[in-house]
């Protein structure tokens, strides 16, 4: 099975706006998730600059904007990508 790409954006609008707290992802992760994942911090998504995505933090899995991210925002996207 091919792994799910996680990026998290770690850019000043996301970081300041709760984007620090993903940094914590991999660790609120069971070992089966974290086997099934790739997790790339990325400088800037560029997400926050569109005017049709201005709530940061972002982050994408699988290529997917997940705006407000939270880890269990993303936690659940993961599983849903992984039961598809």
């Known amino acids: 099975m ?3 790409d996680v990026e998290i954006c770690f ?3 996301c970081f ?10 991999e660790n609120s992760l069971d070992n089966d ?6 997790i790339i911090p990325q ?6 600059k569109n005017e049709n995505y201005s709530q ?3 982050v994408k ?8 991210a939270t880890i269990e925002k993303v936690i659940n996207k993961i599983k849903c ?3 598809e």
Not at 33 to 38: C, T
Not at 61 to 68: A, E, K, P, T, Y
């Open 56 to 58: 940061a933090p972002y």
């Open 16 to 25: 300041v706006l709760g984007g620090s707290h993903l940094q914590e992802l």
């Open 81 to 83: 990508e992984i039961n």
């Open 61 to 68: 899995v699988n290529g997917q904007i997940i705006d407000r």
């Open 11 to 13: 850019g000043t609008t």
């Open 33 to 38: 998730l974290k086997e099934k994942i790739n």
């Open 43 to 48: 400088n800037c998504l560029g997400l926050c």
């Open 2 to 4: 091919k792994k799910i």
